[in-house]
Nanobody
């Protein structure tokens, strides 16, 4: 079965940490860009971070720069999102996606600039709640 499965969500305190994982089964992530998105009820889905598995290039939305770190483990076919110093406004359902990035991750035409991102797989989502 071809699927992406997120894990690691839960309750975190402001200033604490949480690590999300996105594991692929049935296919290799090696040729994809893996994006993390989040959505809170009543809000639009927001792209948070992306990594290109082939070269490790990354992108972060401004609101999480310096706090979140995306990393890849090609051997384990998994991508992680380390969330340090989370804030209540980071509360959302987090989804990972595997897509093709013709324009790369950053720069003009890249994922961060709203470039083409042809998603082949979505995960089911994992809830992250940041609260004291």
């Amino acid at each position: 079965q071809l699927q992406l499965v997120e894990s690691g969500g839960g309750l975190a305190q402001p200033g604490g940490s949480l690590r999300l994982s996105c594991a692929a089964s049935g296919f290799s992530l090696d040729y994809y860009g893996i994006g993390w998105f989040r959505q809170d009820p009543g809000k639009e889905r927001e792209g948070v971070s992306c990594i290109r598995m082939s070269d490790g290039s990354t992108y972060y939305v401004d609101s999480v720069k310096g706090r979140f770190t995306i990393s890849r483990d090609n051997a384990e076919n998994t991508v992680h999102l380390q969330m340090d110093s989370p804030k209540p406004e980071d509360t959302a359902v987090y989804y990972c996606a595997a897509g093709v990035l013709p324009g790369g991750v950053a720069g003009q035409g890249g994922w961060g600039a709203g470039g083409t991102y042809e998603v082949d797989f979505w995960g089911q989502g994992t809830q992250v709640t940041v609260s004291s």
